[in-house]
């Protein structure tokens, strides 16, 4: 077994019933050994999150998006707590889910250092249209590239720093800019959740 974007683990133990670890289960573990592969022994179940339906095909695509874009070296515990508040939202079916979406994509850019957390929602005008590069950061997009997929309104884009949205106009324009974003760190390896799932919910 391997932590997205940390060391590898032997497992020894599991469930009763399978003999293995059950997903979006959070487990307590002590570790005998040492070197490169340690062993995780006498997994101790502490919390179940249940997903069901197009919510277990969101968990599904939480992890998928870890073990493509996390570097080995990845502060781990950052992300794990960022993982599992977004497993915890996605299990309330009270809780948006696509807003949970954007909060872990929005936490993943910023784990990798993308340069999205420097942005100031201040500074943003609200009905200016914007443009974000990984490496070069944010700036106003040009005449011809308002309205695009990869442009985002600064009222979306404030929305989506501080993740309080407004309405589905905000969402979608969220969704397409974070998207764009994302495609730049997976260099060109696909997302299989995604096109499993986004053509019937529009993942």
Known sequence: MAEPGGRAYRLHGGSRQTGRCTLFTRYLFSVRGRGELPTLQQPEEQQVFVLQRERLWCGLY????ALKLLPRLAPEAEFFAHYAACVADLANPEYPMT??????????????????????????????????EPQQGLREARVSEQGEAHCIRG????ALLTLRFHDALQR???KYFLRHVIAHYL?????????????KHGL
């Open 99 to 132: 807003d949970t979406l954007r909060a872990y994509e929005l936490g993943l850019l910023r784990v990798l250092g993308s340069g999205l957390e420097f942005i100031d929602p201040d500074t943003l005008h609200a009905h200016a249209w914007y443009v974000f």
């Open 187 to 199: 260099h060109g390896k696909p997302l299989m959740t995604r096109q499993l799932f986004t053509t």
């Open 172 to 174: 979608a324009q969220v």
């Open 62 to 65: 939480l992890n998928e998006l």
């Open 155 to 158: 009222d979306a884009l404030g």
